[in-house]
């Protein structure tokens, strides 16, 4: 298989899951526990409507597993194409109905 092919799959494949996890924000998270040790961060995501949390190693979806949680950003790796995907904190309000 020729280099390029490959490397234009996995250019897609980013792409498509770029796509995908444009659906979600991340607004923000709460640290329970205390100490640093002994504390959990629990990421509080967005996905249209649907407010959803998960820790560390949590599913998001079928395919996707939240990685890591910072106070700026969660990673999102898609399991099936072993792929990460940072999303920052989102600073857009949610619109109220």
């Known amino acids: ?15 498509v899951l770029s796509a995908e996890l444009a659906q979600y924000k991340y607004l923000g998270f709460l640290r329970l526990g205390e100490g640093r040790t002994r504390s959990k961060e629990i990421a509080v995501l967005s996905k249209n409507e649907e407010v959803m949390v998960g820790k560390v190693g949590d599913r998001v979806e079928d395919h996707l597993v939240l ?15 072993n792929i990460d995907q940072t999303l920052p904190l989102s600073e857009e309000p949610s619109p109220q109905q």
């Open 1 to 15: 298989m020729p280099q390029d092919s490959s490397s234009a799959e996995d250019a897609a494949l980013q792409q």
């Open 67 to 81: 990685k890591a949680i910072t106070p700026e950003s969660v990673t999102i790796r898609d399991t099936g194409a």
